[in-house]
């Protein structure tokens, strides 16, 4: 790949004044690969523009399928309401009519953008995003993170993906003075089943469960409900049948209760009932874990369901990069995912 295009489909953070020391860090790096790196039209608007202006991200994440140019469309960051994108990109099928099979890339609220590209049937790749990961403040980005954002950029895809040997603890300041500064390490336990076989398989969806909560309950945004059922964005259960569903917390480290009715929601739509097993990410600082693993097991209340905790991916550094829509074998055994196209 040699033109990469980043786009804000949520918060517009990357282009505010106070993160320009950490743009200027993020395409140093990917500068250093040789890449050309665009920001789309609005992409550095700022957090007020784009919060006022959903149909400007929608033309933005259209203008990068559509442009030649761009090989791999790299998500700045999350944020919690592109959902707001839905009727520009499929009130007149505008996304099905400009989608083309070049990589996506981002985690967190993207969720939701995951679940519209996989709606008009095209495969992402979940996991990482330019401002938290490319433009890490420590002395270069975290090793692990780095090794599949290359792999991705310089090969097209993601062959496998292994355990991190560390997690860090989140940093609690982004300021010129953290520059160089590096994250607390931790000795990292590797993949945890928690129940059923240690070998499945099956085409991996899913993403941020607050995200998902989110499908489901109008606390955050009364009409995000309404508007992700009118455009049919949750996968129906048929879609659901032997998919392997991915599970990950967001920074604000939800409580047991929410977590707890962010699974029921999944349960009550037929989710747990259709897939073949259940991946989820490493909660930061590892707050919450064992809650977590305890709610999984109880709401999911399906003995025979893999359930696999503690991987690498979402909001927990580091993160490696999971491929969507790609036929996966998960074995635990031998602390590997491998996908197969």
């Not at 033109?3 to 250093?32: A, K, T």
């Not at 070998?199 to 606390?219: A, H, T, V």
Request: proline share 7%.
């Amino acid at each position: 790949m040699r033109n990469i295009g980043i786009v804000s489909l949520s918060s517009g953070i990357v282009g505010e004044p106070f993160v320009h020391f950490e743009v200027e860090i993020g395409l140093r790096r990917l500068q250093e690969y040789g890449l050309r790196v665009t920001f789309l039209p609005h992409a550095l608007k700022g957090v007020d523009y784009l919060r006022a202006h959903p149909e400007k991200r929608a033309q933005d994440l259209l203008q990068a399928f559509r442009d030649p140019e761009i090989d791999l469309i790299l998500c700045a960051i999350g944020g919690d309401d592109t959902y707001r994108l839905l009727p520009y990109l499929f009130e007149h099928d505008e996304l099905a009519n400009a989608v083309v099979n070049k990589p996506f890339l981002g985690f967190s609220d993207t969720t939701i953008n995951h679940l519209m590209l996989h709606k008009v049937g095209l495969r992402t790749y979940y996991g990482q995003a330019f401002l938290p990961d490319v433009c890490e403040l420590g002395p270069e980005m975290h090793p692990y993170t780095r090794k599949y954002l290359e792999e991705l950029l310089f090969s097209g895809t993601i062959r496998q993906i292994e355990p991190s040997d560390v997690w860090y603890e989140e940093r609690r300041r982004f300021a010129p003075d953290e520059v160089g500064v590096p994250l607390v390490a931790r000795p990292n336990n590797g993949f945890e089943l928690l129940q059923g076989p240690p070998k499945f398989r099956g085409k991996i969806l899913g993403g941020c469960i607050d995200s998902l909560y989110d499908l489901f309950n109008g606390e955050r945004y009364p009409d995000m409900p309404i508007l992700c059922e009118k455009y049919h964005l949750l996968p129906n259960t048929d879609d659901w049948k032997g998919r392997i569903l991915l599970l990950e917390s967001s920074e604000e480290k939800p409580s047991p209760a929410k977590y707890r009715q962010a699974l029921e929601y999944l349960k009550q739509a037929g989710v747990f009932g259709a897939v073949t097993g259940v991946l989820v990410g490493k909660p930061m600082d590892e707050v919450y874990a064992r809650e977590y693993r305890q709610l999984l097991v109880e709401v999911v209340g399906r003995e025979d369901l893999p359930i696999v905790f503690n991987v690498n991916v979402g909001h927990a550094m580091p993160r490696c990069i999971i491929p969507f829509g790609v036929e996966a074998v998960v074995d635990v055994r031998n602390q590997i995912i491998r996908f197969e196209a």
